[in-house]
């Protein structure tokens, strides 16, 4: 670690959870970028699961994936689309992953007979996980995950706290976020949670330096200086973070309420310049001001929880963007769906276009096939990403091949396993084999893979011709080669197969306007500047669709 050039910026959160530090963290990265510094986002996750890879999408929302097999927080996602720096799995820091390697090291005889303690094992560990491989970053933006005063995060802060003072203050700041509520019938926002989170905070030892407040209102200047008094830090330094209509507006926000300037006069650097946020401002005008508009279904079952498909929702956003389009999402519960089909038969025609998501198990598989089926039958533009492109193959075979028992292994024992668990696979570092039996976690086929298109097909027009693709996957399960030459006999062709020619990767059909489906997860690559191929063609197809209709 470059010690005399690296700095440290730990993101707190105080009075709820859900305020946005991992958007707070990003768009902080984002304009600091824009100064030509390079930075680097880490996400210190308090939970004692290794990773986040077998928690409910209920709880947790998505899992993000990064290029070398990282299952991770979805914040991560945050951070790589407002950045473009791509993440690794040391910028994922979990409790279980501290105490499996201290737990380890004890039992190794390591510690050479000590008492292992929290102090210093596992803070020691902690700030380990934080500086390692650190290159020539100028800032390394950390987000602690939780609220202060949970129990399980209190390693933590202790961590962060002898950071600040080993390194000292011209190395280390402290952002905490917090609350500011706007009580209507006192028509006024209330200090007195963020107080109270402060002085938490300084009860572990640590004083915020920057107060980044979420508001639904401007704060008066008065109430600036309150809190600061009360806080014990300047009134510049208390920033406002008001509720904004899309996320790709808070970079702009925060350098208008001037959190970038706070920072660098802190670190004592020179701000000659103000940042070029136009790209930034750009962006936000072509998402509030749209030429077209077209509707999406999106058929999944954790609809009811939205942040299971953050990055797809974000991927739409981007591609409409590039469309000059809004997309207007409409959500299908698969379960609802395959229980009263008749009853969504209306909405799925009036929809331009039709997405099922990746996912996991047999729950809600018979509404996604009908979902697909229609996409099929009524020409309507399809993308099935991962378990949507296996159930696509599936459905496929079971009413174009009429194999009416065509599933998958992963439902139980087949008679036409047009989908099988995959037990060994190829990497860079050797041949990789999993079993029936095996731990969920960390199982599967995780990561960034190369993928060979087939010249003259929608997938390799979506890609600008590129005979080579690399994509982040995140399944167990692949579709069976046996069955290739019938589908395609049939009209499902495979466009995309991994170099081996072993792994199908892309599947599209030809006498359709547009249905293609991924094994691999495209939306994890998306960004705001440069929105994925796949979903720039298929919202484009959508478009077309409209016109059409």
């Known amino acids: 670690m470059n010690h005399k050039k690296v700095r440290f910026i730990f993101v707190t959160g ?37 990773d986040p890879g077998t928690m409910s999408p209920y ?80 800032f390394i933006i950390c987000e602690l995950g939780g609220t202060v005063g949970d129990i399980e995060g209190l390693p933590y802060l202790e961590a962060i706290r ?14 905490h976020l917090t609350l500011l509520p706007y009580v209507a019938s006192a028509g006024e926002l209330k200090t007195k949670p963020s107080q109270h989170s402060v002085k938490e905070l300084q009860g572990m030892g640590i004083q915020p330096d920057i107060l980044l407040c979420r508001c639904s209102q401007p704060i008066p200047q008065d109430m600036k200086e309150k809190l600061a008094l009360f806080c014990n830090i300047k009134p510049e330094r208390v920033i406002a973070a008001l509720d904004v209509d ?57 609809t009811q929880h939205k942040d299971a498909y953050k990055s797809l929702v974000e991927a739409l956003i981007h591609a409409g963007v590039s469309n000059h389009a809004r997309v207007n999402i409409q959500w299908v519960e698969s379960e609802n769906l395959e229980k009263n089909f008749e009853h969504y038969i209306q909405l799925l025609h009036s929809v331009q276009g039709i997405l099922v998501p990746g996912g996991f198990g047999q729950r809600g598989s018979e509404g996604k096939l009908k979902a697909i089926e229609y996409a099929r039958v009524h020409k309507v533009p ?24 065509a599933t998958s292994t992963e439902f139980g024992p087949s008679e ?67 069955y290739r030459e019938r589908m395609e006999a049939a009209g499902l062709s495979f466009v995309g197969l991994s170099p081996d020619g072993r792994l199908p990767e892309v599947v599209e059909m030809a006498d359709h306007p547009w249905f293609v489906g991924v094994q691999f997860h495209p939306e994890l690559k998306s960004r705001p500047f440069t929105p994925h191929p796949l979903f720039v063609s298929f919202i484009k197809a959508a478009i077309q669709n409209a016109r059409i209709v």
């Open 59 to 138: 709880q947790h929302g998505e899992v993000y994936v990064t290029d070398d097999g990282g299952e991770t927080d979805l914040d991560l996602g945050h951070y790589e689309r407002f950045t473009d720096v791509s993440a690794t799995k040391a910028d994922a820091v979990t409790t279980g992953q501290i105490y499996s390697e201290v737990i380890a090291k004890e039992r190794r005889g390591d510690y050479l007979g000590a008492t292992v303690q929290v102090v210093p094992h596992i803070t020691d560990a902690i700030k380990e996980k934080i500086t390692a491989e650190v290159g020539d970053e100028d």
């Open 246 to 302: 899309t996320i790709y507006q808070v970079p702009v926000h925060y350098h208008d309420e001037g959190l970038d300037e706070v920072v660098c006069q802190f670190f004592g650097l020179s701000t000659p310049q103000s940042p070029n946020l136009a790209p930034w401002i750009a962006l936000v005008d072509r998402i509030r001001n749209p030429e077209h508009e077209v509707s999406i279904a999106i058929v999944g079952k954790y």
């Open 14 to 50: 105080g009075v709820l959870s859900s305020l946005g530090k991992g958007l707070a963290a990003a768009s902080l990265a984002a304009i600091l970028q824009i100064r030509g510094y390079k930075v680097r986002l880490r996400k210190l996750e308090p939970y004692l699961n290794v």
């Open 382 to 405: 399809y993308l099935g990403i991962c378990f949507g492109m296996q159930l696509a193959v599936i459905e496929f075979c079971r009413h174009v091949l009429n194999l009416p028992h």
């Open 416 to 482: 036409e396993p047009v989908i099988c668990l995959l037990t060994e696979w190829l990497t860079q570092s050797g041949l990789q084999t999993r079993g029936q039996g095996d731990d969920l976690g960390g199982s599967m086929r995780l990561g960034s893979y190369p993928c060979q298109l087939k010249p003259l097909t929608k997938a390799a027009d979506a890609y600008g011709n590129s005979p080579v693709i690399h994509e982040r996957h995140r399944h167990r399960y692949e579709v069976n080669m046996l």
């Open 162 to 175: 002898q950071l600040g003072h080993e390194l000292g203050k011209e190395r280390v700041l402290y952002l």
